[in-house]
């Protein structure tokens, strides 16, 4: 009988299923566009029950190439995915309300409006910025509109997933860190942030690390293939993807640019509160790590979301029509040929997101402004970089990855500001990612690290893939 290892991306802009052997060779891919309902005034989001059939639906079809083969069974299952977006469970396990996108800017008013003391103490207690970004807000925004809080349970998205194919309700360290209701001094529940929502840290399950087992499937709807397998929460997309091509250690960077464009930086210890107070006043982020015992400066623009909307107000929504563009974008000089001022693009900042084009010459086209786009994306990361640089010691390697940095033009624009940039060729490294934490959770006690290293080996062979949709 085949015996495989899948990991699951719960990702902003399409979801993704992976299968892999045992030793990490890939043998397909499945994957969905993210079921996102848009609404006004830029909120995003997706009903609970419609993110979870999108995962069945994946596992519907990998069934089908897989039984081709004969007879398989999956041994374990990890969920990877977007960080900043959950749900409220009641005691049933019903959601009470719908996923809302981490770039949804619900809950700015509410986290605004929370005491000015809690405010100044949020950023270093959490390491996080105060804004709409950070789960509290948005589930001050659900209570200021009517949720009921006690007796309710927040799960992030993956944490969710697992929860419903049938795994437990459980809180992964790098993504409740992302929450505002950790402090990242001890990785405990911050008693403030309770207070401020009203209710006890009973909002949270037990945390655990990445690539813990936490169950096994038993959701009806899973072919029977897929029954019994170890299930795993494997954390946060962009350190997943990280630990996915090797890029672990603290003198690298890691740029991973999705619909987020994450620099991700390896810590080997936490930073002092006032170092995460003035990280996160320039808007990065000091949380733990999917490594166990390791922490993470995370920096993060929405430079790939205002990418994706610029393609769309140009009528390009297919990978010919990217190819197109990019080779257009290669043919001019790096800063385009618009005199100074006349085509500017801003809102990439992580507390913006919303496109805005000023157009004051004659002579644009999409090239040039697809150029001005990535030319935006440049200037937020390099102050970001400085920021970074002035706490910690300066990187000295990129490692780039992400749907973007398959564009010639996107690579072209950040080897300008990142130093010694190499672009990792795993074209799934969160859904890998996610397989290789999978395969950890049934290795008990093995060393994290030897895993890792076996399981992304296997890679680099890649006639075993079957299919991809």
Known sequence: MNEYMVGVDMGSTSIKLLVADPDGRQVLVASRRSPWTNRE???????????????????????????ADGPYRVRALGVSGMAEAGVLLDGTGRAVAPIMAWFDPRG???IAATPETFRAEFLGRTGLPVGPLASIAKILHLRENGAELRGRTFLNVPEYVVHALGGPRVAEYSLVSRTGLLDQDDSTPWEAAFDVLGVGPDLLSERVGAGTAVGTISDDAMPAGFQGAVLTVAGHDHLVSAVAVGAVHSGQLYDSMGTAEALVRVLDAPLPFDARERLALAGINTVR???????????????????RRVLQLLGIADAAGRARIDEEVMALPLAGTVAAGGLLVSGARNDDGVLKIVANSDGLDPAEL????????????????????REVVAPTSTVLTGGWSSMASVVRARRQVLPDVAVATHDEATAFGAAL????AVRVGADFESVAAAFRSGHSDHEHSKGRS
């Open 370 to 389: 697809f150029a001005a786009t990535l030319l935006h994306g440049n200037d937020m990361c390099a102050e970001l970089m400085d920021v970074m640089d």
């Open 437 to 440: 934490f999978a395969a950890y």
């Open 289 to 307: 790590h999917v490594l166990p015992g390791k922490y993470v400066l995370l920096a993060g623009t929405k430079s790939g979301l205002l990418m």
């Open 108 to 110: 700015a008013e509410e």
């Open 41 to 67: 005034h830029g909120r995003t989001e997706m009903p609970a029950t419609v993110a979870v059939d999108t995962v069945r639906e994946l596992a519907r079809e990998a069934d089908a190439l897989l039984s």
